[in-house]
């Protein structure tokens, strides 16, 4: 393998691969072997999604000037934060959505000559015509007005998971620094995280959230897409200003931009360099890092909606076309933004949302064991993937942890439901532990039904009919399922709406029957190449 990945590589530098110059979140991890052959054109970047405009528009065409390879790679902030904690890093450079998860990550102070490269406030934006009914286009708005919104369903309000996306964490950090009283020049304290004032408007404000996603991309796609559930959100003011520009084009109501007064969090870009004793690749990161900062690239950033290039984030001159006010946008307003606590104080947090402050959830998960996994490295991946989502220890690194009001059930289906359902209630380690133990103990035979456990994990949430948990349904599967019980399930799905989050592993997954779940349910498909990275996503929707 490493000598194919060699191979690969030296292919990119000669020019036979044009391909090479960009890859997804579903491309293989490069090797630390990379920065280890001296091979100095060669310039590997592991980066946040919010910034792939950015690389594809103007870091790419930089590096083809200057005769550089430059290879990227999409992680969540998660990700980036527990790969630099382990300090086994095989990127030259990492570029975090902000600050905040890179302080998570970098207690070590590992990355060097990190700067911010460009800005994008936190806001809160709805409809245009929702947002005008809320009167929030006429004055300023504070977290308790947005508050008061949530919790008396004046507006449908969708977040990212604060413990899973850098867009939902910052705004969780800036509703908490409002609710302890701060000014944007006190940063948070563990003491007032832990009193109770905070705690209660914190849970009451999470848990009148309508819809929460693990990242902000599926966020936005998912919102655009159902307007009657999504009526407003919190996003990047960048990616308002993108989906409005496509949203006037095809003659649709745009998105409008509000500010809170009291709350606003930027992400700020940080960029930084990944020390590998490579003088050669310390100097492409400098010569990268002060083109991003210059002034033709900085007009290319602000062309995408970025703030980049001044002082402060004031943009007095900013062209109306892209920071359109019509759309809230407010390049004039001196944005007075929170100040991060330090990286215990976010730790912290992030994991009492996930133990303590959301909302309590019934998860059922229908897990595919037909004989196909057997051969498609499915049933490994799928072994992994329970362990880092059931296993306590293993869950807290990645923020997954189970609340202690959860109830979470498995169920592993072939033809029929062949093992379980295994019921947890709460978040006890060892029964956790115990989910996993049971997948761990089979081995996958026989044909593919997933509508079997589907029907069955109905009729356990008719049996708890009630319940105030949120309900949720997590079906993963590598193939085609027969039909026999579908039309049941779907009459089901359609009179109860429980969310079904798809997971579709493999080239024979017929995603059709997943996208026919989720559109019927308001769930959604997660397809990743990585069983692993699929389910904790699809976990991340809790």
Known sequence: MAKLRTLWVLLCIS?????????????????????????PNVFTIIAGSEQKAILDKIVLPWCKTQNYTCQYTLKGSVDQAVLLQSGNVPYD????????????????????????????????????SIITQLGFDKRPVTVADILSVATTGKAHVWMTNPSQSNSGATAYLAFLNSFAGNGPGQALTLDQLNSHPVQDQITQFVRALDHTSPSTGTLMSSCLADPDRCQTLFTYEALVI???????????????AVYPTDGTAIADSPLGFMPHNDAKKEQIFGQ?????????????IQALGRRAGTIGLTMPNADKAVF????????????????????GVITTALSLYQTSFRSPVHAVYCLDGSGSMGDNNGWTQLKSASEIIFDQSKATQYYLQSHADDDTSVMIFNGDVAAGPWTVHGNDAKQMRGLYDNINSRSPNDGTNMYKCLNRAMQMFAASKGETRKRLLIVMTDGQSDTEGSEQFKRTLAADKIPVISVAFGSDADKSQLKELADLSGGTVVDQANLVDALREATGYK
């Not at 020019?15 to 091979?39: E, F, K, R, V």
């Not at 993108?242 to 949203?247: G, H, K, W």
């Not at 990268?288 to 290319?300: E, F, I, R, T, W």
């Open 15 to 39: 020019g036979l691969l044009t391909a090479c110059m960009g890859n997804s979140s579903s491309s293989p991890t490069p090797s630390a072997s990379i920065t280890d052959q001296n091979i």
């Open 93 to 128: 450079a990492m570029w975090f959505a902000s600050t905040a998860f890179w302080q998570v990550g970098d207690t070590q102070g590992r990355l060097k000559n990190v700067k911010p490269m460009f800005s994008s406030p936190v806001v809160f934006a709805g409809h245009k």
């Open 242 to 256: 993108e989906a409005d520009q496509q949203l006037v084009k095809d003659g649709k109501e745009p998105l409008y």
């Open 288 to 300: 990268l890092q002060a083109y991003l900062l210059s002034a033709p690239a900085v007009a290319q």
């Open 324 to 343: 359109n006010p019509d759309w809230g946008i407010d390049t004039t307003r001196v944005i007075q933004p929170i100040t991060y606590p330090d990286a």
